[in-house]
């Protein structure tokens, strides 16, 4: 036998290169995950009427990871600068801002109407409004909730917390009519309880805090 023919014998055979797997395999999982991204809960959380101290308690709670977006709607007065973002910010454990018009909201941080304003989203864009010369007449709440709903529909939570009048009902019936979900504080827990609707919104998710545990009602 020759050394060529020898050294033919002992050569190994080479393995098969595996198949590079195409750069477009991953891609759906990347479409998924901007779509589940783009398409993340929405809570608009109404108070009037005690709703500073509400507001604290809930988002002392709220985790700094939850994927959720966070609207807070307060009756406030027109004519003053509000204080109430720097407030609620000492406890707040995501980041906290007054909306501004046009701005697009995002998951794990919270907006705060701004004073003089009525506000309604679109495109999880807040538009922003100047309020009618009447304020006792303009159900901002009510106007937010029912935006919230068309723009998000079952990704769409309503909060109502302390507070008087009837503002959010009509809000909290459009959240739930497009499967969303509605909690109100049980008023043996809110600083005023006028504002949660109870007989028009039966049924309705409930909360025996201002944490929300919801649970259905009996």
């Not at 590079?20 to 991204?37: G, V």
């Not at 909690?183 to 007989?199: S, W």
Request: charged share 25%; proline share 11%; hydrophobic share 35%.
């Amino acid at each position: 036998m020759s050394p060529e023919q020898s050294k033919e014998q002992k050569r190994p055979e080479q393995p098969e290169k595996p198949k590079s797997i195409p750069d477009t395999a991953q891609e759906p999982d990347a479409k998924s995950a901007n779509l589940l991204e783009r398409n993340f809960p929405v809570v608009g959380i109404g108070a009037s009427a005690g709703g500073l101290e509400a507001f604290t308690q809930f988002l002392s709670k709220v985790p700094e990871k939850s994927g959720t977006a966070f609207v807070l709607i307060q009756h406030l007065d027109p004519s003053h600068s509000s204080s109430l973002v720097e407030l609620l910010a000492r406890k707040c454990p995501i980041p906290i801002k007054e909306a501004d018009k046009g701005e697009r909201i995002q998951p794990d941080h919270a907006y705060v109407i701004p004073p003089g304003k009525v506000m309604s989203i679109r495109n999880r864009i807040l538009i922003l409004e100047e309020q009618p010369e009447h304020p006792g007449l303009t159900h901002s709440i009510n106007l937010f909730f029912q935006s919230l709903a068309e723009d998000v529909k079952e990704r769409a939570v309503g909060i109502i917390l302390s507070g008087t009048g009837s503002d959010g009902t009509e809000g909290a019936k459009a959240i739930k009519a497009l499967e969303g979900l509605v909690i109100i504080q049980d008023p043996v827990t809110a600083k005023y309880d006028g504002v949660c609707p109870e007989q028009p919104l039966k049924p309705v998710w409930r909360t025996t805090s201002c944490r929300p545990k919801p649970c259905l009602p009996s």
